[in-house]
């Protein structure tokens, strides 16, 4: 999980969790470089995963033109 997910301000984060579908647990991991929400994120036949779109929520203007590459493994963006 990455990022946030409404409208608001609050929602707006950079954070990632690591997600353990087996035991149903999370784990904090490093930050995505630019904080967003709203986003879209796609698993990578790698594993690393393509963060894209999303808002600078709160703020006026257009969606994130621009996007990363997280690496779950070393918690980098």
């Known amino acids: 999980m990455t990022g946030g997910g409404g409208g608001d301000t609050s929602s ?3 954070s990632a969790e690591l997600c353990d579908p087996l035991s149903g ?3 904090t991991t490093g ?8 986003l879209a994120a796609t698993l ?6 393509l963060v894209s779109a999303g808002c600078d929520c709160g703020r006026p203007g257009p969606l994130l033109a621009f996007a990363e ?6 918690g980098t963006g």
């Open 12 to 14: 707006r984060l950079a």
């Open 25 to 27: 647990k999370s784990t």
């Open 31 to 38: 930050s995505m470089i630019t904080a967003r929400g709203v």
């Open 44 to 49: 990578l036949v790698d594993g690393k995963v």
């Open 69 to 74: 590459i997280y690496d779950p493994s070393s």
